[in-house]
């Protein structure tokens, strides 16, 4: 009998030390995971020094060491000498239509960190490394030599920054102003073909959308005359820069975003210029189709869309578990309710993406569209994808795991408290709402948590009901009604495969691909740590109340 104890004691210890083992595995997984991604991420961001090489064969380059590698003569053997080559980050895709060039070691003759070399970066075309020789304006120079063209530069550049922000307030703002403005008078004058009023009431109509749409027509010109203009001043000033091979190119200063002499900076401006790219990625918009500029719209479009659907799925959800487990009778019906709600968090999100399309696209949308929209028609307004219909696509995706995560909530509710609030005199429906339900609060929202963490990474659905690769405006603005849910939008996790696999650059942006993952589990982090504090907060609530 004690041998039979003792062995029943070590088997516990052991399946003890093996469950902890486990866990501590699997949390240094998810640190090997975070630290990979924030090396690979947060490295995108630091500038590196500019390596000038000249090689045995008389080719000279210039830009930023990206990789390191041994290679060895016969490389299906890996026989003969072990030799190293760099890659480097060479940009000038404008003139080489590559932006990275492998470099032999033992190919190199003369290496150099030429302080007047410079980094461009630009709306377009990439990075630019090379020497500034000229600045010109007009056609006409204005300085020449490095230090002279770079003082020039300076308060030409900063003109060119402030005129970039004029023209795109100007863009967003009047212009696009203007165009829905002129959207409404088609609207206006599709409705009345709609109504086909008496020919008195449709000739004062329409001559009044006539006049109006005169009057708009007449200042949209005047915008965009102000806006060539613009344009113009903003392409009249350029400098003249030489890559390390010798080739020229004439580049416009209102092109440059940002230039630099990273052999001349220190640390901390190095740090200062980390810190602004950072609030650069998450704070403004793509450029350079997604590889370059900020992620803010994938951002927005992700945490619009989560809180959409969590809007959607919690009452939904609740509901159904309530009726479950506090009004249904158990039987057949309720056995097989339950079976499909599990076997339905089984099913591929694809599927719920097709059904998506089809009931609330489709269906829900086209008949919105025939009932309040039909002046746009055959233009859909609703009829077509949107970020409302991607909510409620991943609502139907979720809401087994709210259900499940409720009904937990509810069983953890002593029935002592219940039948305690009916000796009292409440009604079943007041115990349940005052009662049961608020108890039950905790386990509610770690459904709503786990179902927030599962949507924010759903991609596959949502690029069947409305998220783009480029959205060119954010559900939400100055224009009534202000909220446009049936607007497109954009998302970080169709972002990173977007950049990681459809990119024409694709070794370029792959630290951009680890940053936006990093950035996309921190999102999801800051939403559910939200939620968990909320549910604590009601837990600590109710904790004296023998729930």
């Known amino acids: 009998m004690a041998r039979s104890h003792k062995r029943r004691e070590y088997f516990g210890r052991a399946m003890t030390w093996l469950c902890g083992g486990a866990l501590a595995f699997n949390v240094l997984l998810i640190l090997g995971l975070l630290v990979l991604l924030a090396i690979n991420g947060m490295g995108y961001f630091w500038q590196k020094k500019l390596l000038q090489v000249s090689t045995a064969d008389d080719q000279i380059f210039l830009g930023e ?3 390191t590698e041994s290679y060895w003569e016969d490389a299906s053997t890996r026989l003969g000498e072990e030799n190293t080559r760099i890659r480097l980050k060479v940009g000038n895709r404008d003139l080489t239509g590559s932006d ?31 020497f500034l020789r ?21 308060p030409i550049w900063k003109e060119k920054a402030k005129l970039r922000e004029e023209i795109r307030d100007l863009e967003k703002g009047e212009i696009g102003d203007g165009k829905q403005a ?10 009345v073909e709609m109504d086909d009023p008496p020919p008195a009431e449709r000739e004062a109509r329409m001559a009044e959308i006539a006049a109006e749409r005169a009057e708009l027509e007449e200042e949209f010109a005047q915008l965009s005359h102000h806006l060539v203009e613009m344009r113009e001043e903003l392409e009249a000033e350029k400098i003249l820069m030489t890559a390390a091979d010798g080739q020229e190119r004439e580049i416009a200063i209102g ?29 403004d918009d793509p450029r350079e189709s997604n590889t370059e500029g900020g992620i803010f719209p994938a951002i927005f479009g992700t945490v619009m869309m989560v809180f959409l659907m969590s809007f959607a799925v919690v009452p939904f959800g609740v509901l159904a578990a309530l009726y479950l487990r506090e009004y249904a009778k158990e039987g057949t019906v309720v056995r097989m309710v339950r079976i499909a709600v599990n076997n339905l968090a089984g099913v591929p999100s694809i599927v719920f993406g097709v059904f998506g399309l089809g009931f609330f696209v489709y269906l829900v949308g086209g008949t919105i569209d025939s009932l309040f929209y039909p002046e746009a028609l055959p233009t859909p307004t609703f009829g077509t994808g949107g970020i409302f219909w991607g909510a409620l696509t991943l609502a139907l995706l979720t809401v087994p795991v709210v259900i499940v995560a409720t009904e937990e909530g509810l069983a953890a509710v002593p029935r002592e408290v219940r039948e305690g609030s009916r000796a009292l005199g409440a009604t079943k429906f007041e115990t349940t709402w ?10 509610i929202l770690t459904g709503m948590i786990l179902a927030m963490a599962r949507a924010a990474g759903e991609v596959a659905p949502l690029m069947i009901v409305g998220m783009v690769k480029l959205a060119p405006a954010l559900p939400i603005d100055g224009h009534f009604p ?29 630290p951009l691909v680890f940053a936006t993952a990093l950035l996309l589990i921190g999102v999801v982090t800051v939403m559910n740590l939200v939620a968990i504090a909320i549910r604590n907060h009601l837990r600590d609530k109710y904790a004296g109340s023998a729930v």
């Open 182 to 191: 002129g959207e409404k008078l088609r609207l206006g004058e599709g409705r």
């Open 65 to 67: 060491i990206y990789q």
């Open 100 to 130: 990275f060039v492998w470099v032999d070691e033992p190919n190199i003759v003369e290496r150099s960190h030429p302080e007047s070399a410079m980094v461009l970066e630009r709306l377009e075309w990439g990075n630019f490394y090379g």
């Open 482 to 510: 202000f909220v446009h849910l049936e607007r497109k939008f954009m998302h970080l996790g169709f972002h990173i495969y977007d950049v990681g696999f459809q990119s024409p650059n694709v070794e370029a942006t792959k």
């Open 255 to 283: 092109e440059i975003v940002r230039y630099l002499r990273p052999n001349e900076m220190g640390l901390l401006a190095t740090a200062g210029l980390y810190m602004e790219r950072v609030w650069e990625f998450v704070s």
């Open 134 to 154: 000229e600045v010109r304006s007009n056609g006409e120079v204005l300085a020449r030599g490095e230090e002279e063209a770079l003082e020039a530069l300076r």
């Open 434 to 443: 005052r009662v049961v339900l608020p108890a039950a609060a905790p386990g």
